[in-house]
Nanobody, 117 residues
């Protein structure tokens, strides 16, 4: 079974930065896409950024220009560098990875990011 362990969340002032990490362990097959999602109180979970096997990235409009997603395939780890944080970035951030073929996906437990004004 695949386990995703997220780290790097916390409390930061507006304009500050955080870097989230998500490391996959356990029975890992071929990882396809890795990504970050977030869910704020009273809101639906939304995509923040994804990165494909070859390094191609997709960002939400709210994240583009401020956030950078990257991955280390050798470490089965995905990162999210978040700069110029705003209070509206406050949410629980979830790591997600998908697998090649019919193996589905896996989600982390989430890490809280709180941006104060």
């Amino acid at each position: 079974q695949v386990q995703l362990v997220e780290s790097g969340g916390g409390l930061v002032q507006a304009g500050g930065s955080l870097r989230l990490s998500c490391a996959a362990s356990g029975t890992i097959f071929s990882i396809d896409t890795m990504g970050w999602y977030r869910q704020a109180p009273g809101k639906l979970r939304e995509l923040v950024a994804t990165i494909g096997r070859g390094g191609g990235t997709v960002y939400a409009a709210s994240a583009k220009g401020r956030f950078t997603i990257s991955r280390d395939n050798a470490k089965n780890t995905v990162y999210l560098q978040m700069n110029s944080l705003k209070p509206e970035d406050t949410a629980v951030y979830y790591c997600r990875i998908t697998f090649i073929g019919p193996r589905g996906d896996s989600w982390g437990q989430g890490t809280q990011v709180t941006v104060s004004s």
